[in-house]
């Protein structure tokens, strides 16, 4: 997979060299270029933001800058390569995006060429997103319902949430199998060493080595943390995903 990154923060993205990802880049499971959008400016100052049409506060990021990053970014990749496979995917932080959850993460994961554009002040010139849609699939995409300065963090999170789920970034895949999300619910909770910490004992089941009866307790535990913390969560299951035993927590 090839992820291409725009920011005028270049270095807010250097968290991506590390752990994981970076280990994964090393290997060439990843290529993953961040480039400064004011490498794209033509005037002395590296202007990439002026006044929003029809007012109000704040600094719009000027079009072309973005269009001429981005033309690079695309032709930079598999799809830039001539491979008329797949069009990138321009993934557009924003908290006017749709919602990334790990099905964004999971879809995601799959394509070739991801191109991520990091919007400041009050956002991207509109119709770089228009013109965009010419060569990429677009996609505003938010975090969730609240506003950061940038799409920098985002990014970070998002570019995690996809890298690790790349076939042979993380070294045990069946640690993907029971975490979180993976399966609609939310993850068990987990216990190590001391079986007594602080008067606090590990669940007695843990320790009975009945793998049966393990299963069944993480299970309950996960349906009964899900209910209480993500009711939605539990809304949206397909009943055919429970058993009878499920039904009863
Ligand atoms: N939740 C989010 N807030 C923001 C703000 C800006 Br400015 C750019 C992207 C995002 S994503």
Not at 72 to 97: D, F, H, K
Not at 105 to 132: K, M, P, Q
Not at 170 to 188: A, C, K, M, Q, R
Not at 236 to 241: M, V
């Amino acid at each position: 997979m090839r992820i291409d990154v725009v920011s005028i923060f270049p270095e807010y993205l250097s968290a991506l060299d590390l752990s994981l990802i970076g280990k994964a880049r090393e290997q060439g499971l990843l290529q993953l270029t961040v480039t400064d959008l004011r490498e794209f400016t033509a005037d002395r100052h590296r202007t990439v933001d002026d006044t929003p049409y029809g007012g109000g506060a704040g600094m719009v990021m000027k079009p072309e800058p973005w269009a001429l990053a981005l033309d690079a970014a695309r032709t930079r990749g598999p799809a830039g390569a001539g491979a008329p496979e797949q069009r990138p995917v321009l993934v557009v932080p924003s908290p006017a995006g749709e919602v990334f959850t790990q099905a964004t993460a999971r879809e995601l994961a799959l394509r070739e060429h991801l191109v991520f554009a990091c919007g400041r002040y009050e956002g991207i010139d509109e119709r770089v997103v228009e013109w965009s849609r010419e060569h990429f699939e677009v996609r505003p995409m938010s975090l969730g319902d609240y506003v950061l300065n940038g799409g920098e963090v985002a990014v970070l999170a998002m570019v995690e949430a996809i890298g690790r789920l790349v076939p042979g970034v993380i070294g045990n895949p069946e640690s993907l199998v029971e975490e979180s999300h993976s399966d609609g619910l939310l993850e068990y909770p987990v216990y190590t060493k001391p079986a007594l910490w602080r008067d606090r004992p590990v669940p007695e089941v843990l320790l009975s080595g009945h793998h049966g009866r393990i299963a069944r307790w993480r299970r309950d535990r996960q349906l009964q943390r899900t209910a209480a913390r993500r009711p939605d969560l539990v809304a949206a299951l397909d009943p055919a995903g429970l058993d009878r035993a499920d039904r009863d927590v």
